[in-house]
């Protein structure tokens, strides 16, 4: 049984749906469930997809979204459901059948081999042989060359695919999906990790993929991607299925109230954050980071925060963002600089000193460097405190339960009891787990690396909560957030980097999106700016995030315009 499904599975029809009327779907889902004990995963979830369509499957933090994609391409055995595939009974029980059935999955974490070229990670398991059977790693390479040049994706196809970022990993992924002509290519949070232009790039594969015949699902919490791109929307909330309908008829405030569960009047017209405003501070800095220098990576960065405020870090990727808060943290060799903690010099290059000076770092990759995924939450979070559970040396393991206890209620990690596994849990969740085992070590400074990446509305506006309130009880933060929203409604001021230099610094009335976006860009702010946000392609934009020409979506609905569905149709025409 479904929950408050609005539009039947079975409507196919709506504005931008690009496929021949009447076509059979490719992949059906009826009913399925799926629990990890005590938690109930997925109850009866729905879902259908089309050829030639773009689906988005949305919900918040723990909806059941990964848990979907999972027992669909056979990482996780379903409890119960149908499951067809190309009209046939199907249950995948492993990846690699999915996989030899034509269903690719590109996961937000890159599932992919580092050590290895970028052409051999394309190819993996398939790769090109000679007469006596060795790899052809010529015609590898040639082909892989071809495939990324044909995708507009600028990589040496010879070079170690681990010496790439996150974004250019990204897109490999994506050119491995393509590569193996799929029939379902499944796209869970593939922007997080891109700048714009890789995004258009991303973008226009998959419109390609579409008119091809094949069937996308699309997994993104930046929801004004959603109408750039999809056809319809599937919402999950706490494991049902609450709607399935075409994009084009539903608005950005509905579309988050299904997600949440509140009623549309609950909800902001445009989603904005949950930061409540500017932050209270004390006046002399209690980080002070000046003249700072990282080989080939920063140069005379200079950073200084104070007791109670939040202090934005804006750039693109590859500006020096992680870098910085890495060399503070003294998790970089850095050339020159100096740190200082309420007054304090912190021995470069030592990660145990900073936290002894009350130093802690949430980092970007909370995969590769953060969470222990086949420990336990309750392991997970207490790591970095056990010394200090100890008596006599031996740990008390009643003050780490109380401690993971008053952490869990506090930030509302989602698990079925403190023993639960991590990587059982959703990346809302993890993360959260992360900052409990940081907020454990009674941090002074706290840097956040990108801590709403790859969350959901709902988890990221807990989140962003609860930095309001970090800062409230006087901790110094740094934010790093690709969101400009979170910098310009979050920070008290933003330090802007480009290739590895200080840009500028946005506080006060200065502090907007169009001066922000120019500053990203690395140029200088106009200081006759009126102030006037700008929307995520630069264009002003009026107070609802629209277009100030009226070009964008409709103000207040989310909607895509008249043009962008009148190009969906042109393209529709094109492709019969």
Known sequence: MTEETTVADDDVSGPGTLRPPGAAPLVQVRGATKSFGGVQALRGVDLT???????????????????????????????????????????????????????????????????????????????????????????????????????????????????????????????????????????????????????????????????????????????????????????????????????????????????????????????????????????????????????????????????????GLGGLLGSGRSETVKAIYGDLPVESGRVSVAGRNLRAGSVRHALKAGVALLSEDRKAEGIIPDLSVR?????????????????VESRIDALVETFMTRLKIKAADTGQKVRELSGGNQQKVLIARWLCTEPTVFLLDEPTRGIDVGAKQEVQALIDELAGHGLAVVLISSEMEELVEGADRVVVLHAGRVEAELSGSELSHSRLLTALAGESADPADDGQPAGDDGQPTDGAGQPADGSGPSAGTGQPTAAVRTAAKEEEDGRG
């Not at 991607?225 to 709607?243: K, M, N």
Request: aromatic content about 4%; hydrophobic content about 40%.
């Open 49 to 311: 997809l089309l050829p030639g369509e773009i689906h988005a499957l949305v919900g918040e933090n723990g909806a059941g979204k990964s848990t979907l994609i999972k027992v669909l391409t056979g990482v996780y055995a379903p409890d119960g459901g149908e499951f067809r595939y190309g009209g046939e009974p199907v249950r995948f029980a492993r990846p690699a059948d999915a996989q030899r059935a034509g269903i690719s999955t590109i996961y937000q974490e890159v599932n992919l081999v580092p050590l290895l070229s970028v052409a051999r990670n394309i190819y993996l398991g398939r790769e090109p042989r000679t007469r006596w059977g060795t790899v052809d790693v010529g015609a590898m390479n040639r082909r892989a060359a071809q495939l990324v040049g044909d995708l507009g994706i600028d990589v040496d196809v010879t070079g170690e695919l681990g010496r790439l970022g996150l974004g250019a990993q990204q897109m490999v992924a994506l050119a491995r999906a393509v590569s193996v002509e799929s029939r379902v290519v499944i796209m869970d949070e593939p922007t997080s990790s891109l700048e714009p232009a890789e995004v258009e790039t991303l973008f226009g594969v998959a419109r390609n993929l579409r008119r091809s015949g094949t069937a996308l699902v699309f997994v993104s919490h930046r929801l004004d991607e959603l109408w750039q791109l999809c056809d319809r929307v599937t919402v999950l909330r706490d494991g049902h299925h609450v709607h399935t309908g075409p994009m084009a008829e539903l608005d950005r405030v509905t579309l988050v109230s299904h997600m949440l569960g509140k009623d549309a009047s609950e909800v902001g017209a445009q989603g904005v954050t949950e930061f409540a405003g500017k932050h209270r501070h004390g006046d002399a800095p209690v980080l002070d980071a000046s003249g700072i220098a990282v080989r080939s990576r920063l140069s005379d960065v200079a950073l200084q925060v104070r007791p109670g405020e939040v202090v």
């Open 379 to 395: 392991d997970n979070i207490a790591l970095a405190v056990l010394p200090r559970m100890a008596r006599g040396g031996i740990v």
